[in-house]
C-alpha cells in the first residue's frame, strides 16, 4: 500500500517545495494548514507541477478535536511538521503567540500522533537554535538554546528538546531534526515561491517587494561588520535543495533523533546578494545603509558535512540559481 504522509504547514513556502519532492518518491500527500500565512491555491501549483494535488484539511494546531478526528480517519506513516509562525520581529512583540502557536501546537501534533501510533516526525528547525557560536561555521555538534536572541528561535530550540524527551520517553518514536540556515529562491517553473501575507523580514522576499516596487527601497541593516564587504554573511540555501534533504532523510530515519544542518556550507553577503539579484533582474536595486537589526549576528554559515556523509545530501544549486529562479516567479506573480 502506498504510505500517505501528512504535511504540516503544506501550503507554506518551504513545505511545498518539498511536497514536490515527495510526489517523485510515489507518497500520496495530506495537507494540514490554518492558512494564516499561505494560500490553498499552492496545491493546484503544486498539481500542474506534478500532476497531483494533496487533499486539504483546513485545521489549526491549536484545534485538537479537529486535528485528531484527521488522524483517526487517516493512516499516516510520517509527519513532516512545517507548520508555524517564523516573523522574527513579530515574535519579540507577540512571544505569547508564538509561544502558543509554535509550542502549544506542537504538542497537540505529537499527541495526536502518539494517540493514533504515528511515530516518525521530521521538523522543520532552524540554525537560530545556535544562538552566539565563538565561530561562524556551524556543526550539529555545537550546542544550542544559549543567545538566542528571539521567541521564534526559542521555540525553536524549545520544540527539539521536547522531540528528544519524547524519544526518551518512547523506544518506537523516530525523529528527525533539521535546521535551515537562510531558504531562498523557488521551484525553477516560476509557478510557486515565498509569498507570505504578512509583513517579510528576511532579505530575499523584502528584495522581491522592493523589485516590485511594494516597498521602495531595502534597508541593509549595517555595513560596518567585521566581515569583508561590511555587511552580514548567511547561508543562503536554494528550497529545492532543502526540500531534497528531507526526502533524502526518510530511509535513514531509526528511533531515536537525528539532527542536520541543511546549508550550502557558503557564505553570502548582503552586498553580494543585492549585485546577484541586480545581475538576475537587470536593473538596480533601490537600498540604504541604516544601523544593525538587534540581535543579528555578522556571519553564520553551515558544516553541512554531516548530511552529506549520512544522507548522501548536499546543496548543488548557487545563489545565481536562486535569484534566477525567483526572476522567473517574480514574471510569472507580477
Ligand atoms: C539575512 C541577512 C540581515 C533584511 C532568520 C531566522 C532564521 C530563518 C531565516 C526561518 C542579515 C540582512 C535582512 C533586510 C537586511 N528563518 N537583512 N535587510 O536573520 O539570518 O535568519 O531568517 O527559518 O531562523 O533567524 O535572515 O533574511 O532576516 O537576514 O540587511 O531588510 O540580511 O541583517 O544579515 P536571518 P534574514
Request: hydrophobic share 35%; proline share 5%; charged share 25%.
Amino acid at each position: 500500500m502506498t504510505e500517505r504522509i501528512l504535511v504540516t504547514g503544506g501550503t507554506g513556502y518551504i513545505g511545498s517545495h518539498t511536497i514536490i519532492e515527495l510526489y517523485k518518491k510515489g507518497y500520496e500527500i495530506d495537507v494540514l494548514d490554518n492558512l494564516f500565512n499561505s494560500k490553498e491555491s499552492v496545491l493546484d501549483k503544486i498539481k500542474e507541477i506534478t500532476g497531483k494535488r494533496p487533499r486539504f484539511f483546513k485545521i489549526d494546531l491549536l484545534d485538537y478535536e479537529k486535528m485528531d478526528k484527521l488522524f483517526l480517519e487517516n493512516q499516516y506513516s510520517l509527519v513532516l511538521h512545517f507548520a508555524g509562525l517564523k516573523a522574527v520581529g513579530e515574535s519579540v512583540e507577540k512571544p505569547l503567540k508564538y509561544y502558543e502557536n509554535n509550542v502549544g501546537g506542537t504538542i497537540n501534533l505529537l499527541k495526536c500522533m502518539k494517540n493514533h501510533g504515528v511515530h516518525k516526525i521530521i521538523f522543520s528547525s532552524s540554525a537560530t537554535v545556535y544562538g552566539e557560536q565563538p565561530v561562524p561555521k556551524l556543526d550539529e555538534t555545537m550546542p544550542t538554546g544559549m543567545g538566542i536572541t528571539n521567541p521564534y528561535g526559542e521555540t525553536k530550540h524549545i520544540i527539539e528538546e521536547i522531540l528528544k524527551d519524547v524519544a526518551e520517553s518512547d523506544p518506537k518514536f523516530e525523529a528527525v531534526i533539521l535546521r535551515y540556515f537562510n531558504p531562498v529562491g523557488n521551484h525553477p517553473s516560476g509557478l510557486i515561491g515565498e509569498d507570505p501575507n504578512d509583513i517579510p523580514n528576511n532579505l530575499m522576499p523584502i528584495i522581491m517587494k522592493v523589485s516590485r516596487g511594494e516597498i521602495p527601497e531595502l534597508s541593509v541593516y549595517g555595513d560596518d561588520y567585521p566581515t569583508p564587504d561590511g555587511s552580514g554573511i548567511r547561508d543562503f540555501i536554494h528550497v529545492v535543495d532543502l526540500a531534497k534533504g528531507h526526502v533524502a532523510v526518510i530511509d535513514k530515519m531509526k528511533p531515536g533523533v537525528l539532527i542536520y544542518n541543511l546549508g550550502t556550507g557558503r557564505g553570502t553577503s548582503v552586498f553580494e546578494m543585492i549585485k546577484a539579484f541586480e545581475k538576475a533582474s537587470g536593473k538596480k536595486l533601490p537600498y540604504k545603509v541604516v544601523e544593525r537589526r538587534a540581535g543579528d549576528l555578522a556571519e553564520m554559515y553551515a558544516d553541512p558535512a554531516k548530511a552529506e556523509k549520512e544522507l548522501g545530501w548536499k546543496a548543488e544549486l548557487t545563489v545565481e540559481d536562486a535569484m534566477r529562479d525567483t526572476i522567473c516567479y517574480l514574471n510569472k506573480i507580477s
